[in-house]
């Protein structure tokens, strides 16, 4: 069983950066993708970025991309950190981050390809 808990939420003003920390552990996490989802009021679950499990492949969702970093410490297969750097933040960012872990393709972005998930963190981005 894979346990996920994730750090570093809070609330920024627009144009802020913000560094979201997930601490993986429990089992051997070779092969398991670690990644990001999130949540804002009203809406489903959307995928964020995810990291593959080894040679350091990224997926991230359009929204996304060019403003926030996905990296990964795998040094130990038991414990791996995932971090999600967050630059030039929108209001609309606004949401419940969760971490996810699943024995998937780092190019998966639906919610039922990651089977563990952690408990998410808030952050919010004022105008």
């Known amino acids: 069983q894979v346990q996920l808990v994730e750090s570093g939420g809070g609330l920024v003003q627009a144009g802020s950066s913000l560094t979201l920390s997930c601490a993986a552990s429990g089992a051997s996490l070779n092969r398991y993708a670690l990644g990001w989802f999130r949540q804002a009021p009203g809406r489903e679950r959307e995928f964020v970025a995810a990291?593959?499990?080894?040679?350091?492949?990224?997926?991230?969702?359009d929204s996304v991309k060019g403003r926030f970093t996905i990296s990964r410490d795998n040094r130990d297969n038991t414990r791996n950190t995932v971090t999600l750097q967050m630059a030039s933040l929108k209001p609309e960012d606004t949401a419940v981050y969760y971490c996810?872990?699943?024995?998937?393709?780092?190019?998966?972005?639906?919610?039922?390809?990651?089977?563990?998930w952690g408990q998410g963190t808030q952050v919010t981005v004022s105008s």
């Open positions: 990291h593959s499990w080894s040679g350091g492949g990224t997926n991230y969702a």
């Open positions: 996810v872990a699943g024995m998937t393709s780092v190019s998966t972005r639906s919610r039922f390809g990651y089977d563990h």
